[in-house]
């Protein structure tokens, strides 16, 4: 990252996490603190990690498999309309919200819902 050129006193304030068992990164510099930026990306990397245990089907983040790590990153999952209609749709399950904000902030439940009930309706009934 390039550093602060209008003044060079100010701290950097950005945060790098790594999740070392699996090697996810997240880097977040949305906020004016270090302690915020930092809270913020732990909440990220939680969500990741929790999505990976989703997708492999475990029942903690202890119990990811490294090896059978998708690359997401290669996929869009959601798009953000800030202006001028402010909307988030995800992409994968057309579920839509007006509550920029708080997704935001990382309240993406609705989306993790809409996700779970399209998948139980397409897997197969056992």
């Known amino acids: 990252m390039a550093r602060n050129q209008g003044n060079i006193n100010r701290p950097e304030?950005?945060?790098?996490?790594?999740?070392l068992p699996t090697?996810?990164?997240v880097l977040c510099d949305y906020e004016r603190s270090q302690m915020q930026n930092k809270k913020k990306a732990l909440a990220i990397l939680k969500g990741k990690l929790w999505a990976i245990a989703l997708a492999q089907g475990v029942n903690s983040i202890a119990d990811i498999q490294p090896g059978r790590i998708?690359?997401?990153s290669n996929k869009i999952i959601r798009e953000y309309i800030l202006h001028p209609y402010t909307n988030?749709?995800?992409?994968?399950?057309?579920?839509e919200t007006t509550a920029v904000t708080e997704v935001l902030n990382g309240e993406i439940n609705l989306f993790i819902k809409a996700y779970l009930q399209q998948n139980?309706?397409?897997?197969?009934?056992?």
């Open 120 to 126: 139980s309706l397409t897997s197969p009934s056992q």
């Open 88 to 95: 988030v749709k995800d992409l994968r399950t057309d579920a």
């Open 23 to 25: 090697g996810i990164t």
């Open 13 to 19: 304030t950005w945060v790098q996490v790594i999740h």
């Open 70 to 72: 998708k690359c997401f």
